[in-house]
């Protein structure tokens, strides 16, 4: 109970501290729009008939990526330098539970790029858009947001021991937007190309939003998909305590937290 006291305070600071920033707000509200307008004329032309699930999804996916993964990870690069990550560290509340916190407030504001984008293709270009599987895109949609988070404490944990946080998120955003498929199946990537998508996450979590707005529903396919991505994302649990467990070591004995 003590715990979740603190993941909902932080959360609620969280989303007051990122709606502060305008790069956030720009990532939140305009990275989608944009987003949404450029994919939709990039597709309109193609001859595809589930474009649309190319353009929405593509979009709200993007900028999800963007407000999830970077802002949380963003979080110890603005700690650091504001002098507080050792005391967040050291806090008798826990890391952990902290950075839980965190990305729980990012998630929640981040969840309106996909509305926003909704929004857009329906006012903008007029479009009708309809989902025959409402409850299995529900569940794509929980765990595509789960698994978001997940990587998103990961990535929190692997950048806390960095000085070049802001480096590293930029060298990763495009790569992974292509890398998993976000605005085109993963399954025209090169060949050499497709065991890094596999092992990621956001690849199985896009196809399972795909499926479950595809006009060819595949039931077996769907749950097929959905064991993978579960056991991804267990995978990287798994991974992120072990990492955090190292980290803890790597701090105690360095003490490399603050910026010199």
């Known amino acids: 109970m003590k715990e979740l006291n603190v993941i909902v305070s932080t959360a609620l600071l969280q989303i007051k501290s990122s709606l502060a920033r305008s790069m956030f707000r720009f990532c939140l509200l305009a990275n ?17 008939e589930d474009f649309l699930s190319y353009v929405v999804l ?8 963007s407000c999830i993964c970077f ?27 902290i950075i839980a916190g965190k990305v729980a407030g ?12 909704f929004a857009t293709t ?23 947001i789960g698994s978001f988070s997940v990587i998103s404490v990961f990535l929190a944990y692997l950048l806390t021991l960095s000085r070049k946080t802001q480096l590293y998120m930029n060298c990763i955003e495009i790569p ?41 529903f595949n039931i077996r396919e769907y ?12 995978l990287y649990i798994l991974l992120g305590h072990f ?11 360095a003490a490399t937290l603050e910026v010199n």
């Open 32 to 48: 989608p729009v944009v987003n949404t307008v450029l994919l939709y004329e990039m597709f309109v032309n193609s001859q595809r």
């Open 58 to 65: 593509g979009a709200g996916l993007m900028a999800l990526w």
């Open 71 to 97: 802002s949380s990870a963003g979080d110890i690069n603005r700690e650091r330098y504001n002098g507080t990550l050792s005391l967040i560290y050291m806090a008798p509340a826990g890391f952990r539970t």
């Open 106 to 117: 990012n998630t929640i504001l981040s969840m309106i790029t996909f509305l926003l984008s």
């Open 122 to 144: 329906k006012i903008l270009f007029d479009v009708r858009m309809e989902v025959a599987h409402p409850i299995y895109l529900l569940t794509a949609f929980i765990c595509t």
């Open 176 to 216: 992974v937007i292509l890398v998993c498929g976000f605005v085109f199946p993963a399954d025209i990537l090169p060949v050499f190309l497709r065991p890094v998508s596999y092992v990621l996450s956001p690849t199985w979590a896009v196809k399972l939003l795909r499926l479950s707005v595809s006009d060819t």
């Open 223 to 234: 749950y097929l998909t959905l064991l993978i991505l579960v056991g991804v994302t267990g």
């Open 243 to 253: 990492l955090a467990v190292v980290i803890e070591r790597q701090v105690r004995i």
